[in-house]
C-alpha cells in the first residue's frame, strides 16, 4: 500500500507528489494523461519566475522534477471509483486494479465547458481562448468577444475591457445572470457592447487566426457577423468529479470541498487544484494547492493510529 496516493499528474498533482516524496514516504501517482491541461495549453506567461514556457514544455519539465523522486507514476491510467472501508482507503481503475493507500489526494482538473459550434476546435489559441487571466494581454488593443453573461462571463468582460479596444459580450439568454454589482460596472464601460437572445453559430477564420464571429438574434431570427480578433469562451469550468459522487462532499458545481489544509469530507482524502473549490483556476495555484494538499496528508499520516 501507499502513504499517499495522488490521482491526477497536472500542476497540482505534481506539486502533490513532489512534497510528498520528499518527507521519505510511498508516493504513487495515478493520471490519465500527465500535465493535464497544459497539454492543451500554448504559451503561458504567469507562471511566476519562469518568464515564458508553453504547455508540453511545461508538463516535460514536471514530469522530470518528479521522476527525479521515488514516485511510482501510473500514466495513461484512469481512476473509477475511490472507496473507504475498514481496511483502509482504496481507488478503482478503469482496468480493473485496485490501489491502496493510508492517504489520497484528488487533483482531477477540471475542463472548459466548449460552445461546440464550427470553428472553435480549429482556432483554439488561435483566437479562441478561455482564461482571460492567461491571455487577455495578448489581445491588448485588439477587439473580443465573451460569450456567457454569468458572473465569470461578466467579469471576463471588465477585466478584457481595460487591456482590450472594444468588448462584445454576447449572452443566449434575454438577460445576463451576473451580479448587478457587476452588471452596473459592466454598463458603465465606454467600450462594451452587450448582445442578448444572441446564440454563437460560428468562430469565423482566416485559416490562420479568428477574424469573426457569426451569431444569431433569437429574437429577430436574423443572423450578423462582427469582425474581431479574439473570443473568450465563459459558459462554465466544469470539475472531473463525476467518478467521486456519493464519496466526498461536493458542492452544486461539482467542485470537492476543502478546509483550508486541503481536506476533503471523507478523513484521509485530500483534494487539490481545479477539481476543488479552491477560486481563480491557475497553473501557479493548483502547484500551491498541491503542496498544501501533500502537507495536509503529511499532518494526517502522523497523527493517524494507520499502521
Ligand atoms: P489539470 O491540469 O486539469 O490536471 C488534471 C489531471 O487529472 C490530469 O493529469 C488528468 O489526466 C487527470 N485526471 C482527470 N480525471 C482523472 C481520473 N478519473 N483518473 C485519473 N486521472 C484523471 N493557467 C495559467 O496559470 N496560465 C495559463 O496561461 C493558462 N492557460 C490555459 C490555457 C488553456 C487552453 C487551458 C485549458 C487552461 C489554461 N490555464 C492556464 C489553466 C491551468 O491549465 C489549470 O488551472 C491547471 O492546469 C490546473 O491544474 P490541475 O492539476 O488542478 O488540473
Known sequence: AFDVLIIGGGPAGSAAAIYSAR????????AERFGGQLMDTLGIENLISVKETEGPKLTQALEQNVKS?????????????????????????????ILKSKSMIISTGARWRSMNVPGEDEYR???????????GPLYKGKRVAVIGGGNSGVEAAIDLAGIVSHVTLIEFDSKLRADAVLQNKLNSLPNVTVLTSAL???????????????????TKDSEHVIELEGIFVQIGLLPNTDWLKGTVDLSPRGEILISNKGETSLPGVFAA?????????????????????????FDYLIRSSVP
Open 125 to 135: 489559441n488561435k483566437g479562441v481562448a478561455y482564461c482571460p487571466h492567461c491571455d
Open 273 to 297: 487544484g481545479d477539481c476543488t473549490t479552491v477560486p481563480y483556476k491557475q497553473i501557479i495555484i493548483s502547484m500551491g494547492e498541491g503542496a498544501k494538499a501533500s502537507l495536509g496528508a
Open 69 to 97: 523522486y521515488d514516485v511510482d507514476i501510473m500514466n495513461l491510467q484512469r481512476a473509477k471509483a475511490l472507496r473507504k472501508s475498514d481496511a483502509g482507503l482504496e481507488v478503482e481503475l478503469e482496468n480493473g486494479a
Open 23 to 30: 518527507k521519505g514516504i510511498r508516493t504513487g501517482i495515478i
Open 200 to 218: 454563437t453559430t460560428e468562430a469565423l477564420g482566416d485559416g490562420k487566426k479568428i477574424n469573426g464571429l457569426r451569431y444569431k438574434d433569437r
